[in-house]
């Protein structure tokens, strides 16, 4: 199947610091996604990206759709403690049901 | 709404035994999934559902049976549990099937240990 390969698995900041992952893949995907896992919880939607070359905003968190559709980076600007958690991107191919994830970004906030 | 429920939160098994995972969604969803979450490996899809009566296997369905009887619910059997399936388990639904996965809705996820 598709593989996902996320990077870092782990990022130890200062908070102010920005912050910045990225995802590849072997693999054309049509859409990319970004997720925050809180623990004990599951995966809430940060951005969903369509097309290629998309970069998208929210809030604090930018993210872009790379060109060639095989990548996907996730910026955060002036992090601050609630932003730790683990960063999961997710790759969907047109019409297909199945979803690949990343293993994940582990990111720390020191106050 | 309750939006995404999943029951029970914690359960250890003894291998070979057999258990549901019951996942339910208030929200008339028509997509629902299962994934579990193992150490260092993101998700991975083990079964989904496109509607009631509908449903069809993601990257990891071994093991694992699910159906659809009804639009809320979703339950997760694992019909001779083994150590292997040891993992956190999520249900997830969405309003649209297909395409539109983007918009999933997570439970807060079953932690499964299997003895």
């Known amino acids: 199947g598709q593989q996902l390969n996320q990077s870092p698995q782990s990022m130890f900041i200062q908070e102010g610091e920005d912050v910045s992952m990225n995802c590849t893949s072997s693999?054309?995907?049509?859409?990319w996604l970004w997720y925050k896992q809180d623990p004990g919880e599951g995966p809430v939607l940060l951005i969903a990206?369509?097309?290629?070359?998309e970069l998208t905003s929210n809030g604090r968190l930018t993210a872009q759709f790379g060109i060639t559709r095989k990548d996907s980076f996730l910026n955060i600007s002036a992090s601050i403690p609630s932003d730790v958690g683990i960063y999961f991107c997710?790759?969907?191919?047109?019409?297909?049901?199945?979803?690949?994830f990343g293993a994940g970004t582990r990111l720390t906030v020191k106050p | 709404n309750a939006g995404v429920t999943q029951t029970p939160k914690f359960q250890v098994l003894k291998t070979g035994q057999s258990m549901t995972l019951q996942c339910a969604q208030d929200?008339?969803?028509?997509?629902m999934s299962w994934y579990r979450q193992d150490p260092g490996m993101g998700l991975r899809l083990i079964h989904y559902?496109?509607?009631?009566?509908?449903?069809d296997q993601g990257e990891v369905p071994n093991g694992y049976n699910v159906s659809r009887s009804t639009t809320e619910d979703f339950p997760l059997r694992l019909l001779s549990a083994a150590p292997s399936q040891t993992s956190v388990y999520f249900c997830?639904?969405?309003?649209?099937?297909?395409?539109?996965?983007?918009?999933?809705?997570f439970g807060p996820g079953t932690r499964l240990l299997v003895l």
């Open positions: 997830a639904s969405s309003p649209t099937p297909g395409g539109g996965q983007e918009t999933q809705y």
């Open positions: 693999s054309i995907f049509n859409t």
């Open positions: 990206l369509y097309k290629a070359g």
């Open positions: 997710a790759g969907q191919m047109y019409n297909n049901n199945d979803m690949r």
């Open positions: 929200m008339n969803h028509e997509y």
């Open positions: 559902s496109v509607g009631a009566g509908i449903t």
